[in-house]
């Protein structure tokens, strides 16, 4: 077998914060196997005997050691800080979304459905949007037309 290709080697200062990033328990299970790994991978252990030690998967030691070469401890975390996302609707998109949720469905339909939605928003004028997934279309109705609990 070859080398390794990510050597972990930690400071004493990382694994400080590793062991009590662990022993704290707030933080999200997978999360906590990804500072296990780096502090097993930091003692010398292969993957092999890192998945033996964690019971995870093969390719999980590499590809955290891989993101912590190149994040360093924000390697933790799934997500990278960089990625950002616009979202396809502003407020007038979403007041038209409502509206037209509440209005008559088209002929020939019982009701309408998060396609027929969907495809209706890209050819109305009033919104410029090249394209929009029946997905967006659900998570954006779940949200808004979510029941407001009221405090008391």
Known sequence: MGRKKHIVNLSDEERSELEAFISTGEH?????????????ADEGLTDPAICEHLD???????RTCKAYSERGLAALHR???DRDYEPKFDGRGEAHL????CSEP?????????????????TL???DLE???RETVRQRLKN???PHRSKY
């Open 79 to 81: 997500r990278k800080p």
């Open 28 to 40: 999200r299970a997978e999360d906590i196997t990804r500072a296990r790994i780096l502090l097993k």
């Open 131 to 133: 394209s929009i997934s």
């Open 98 to 101: 409502i509206a037209l949720a």
């Open 125 to 127: 004028e009033e919104i």
């Open 144 to 146: 808004d037309l979510k």
């Open 106 to 122: 088209p002929e020939g339909h019982s009701r309408w459905t998060y396609q027929l939605l969907a495809d209706r928003l890209v």
């Open 56 to 62: 995870c998967s093969i390719s999980t030691p590499y």
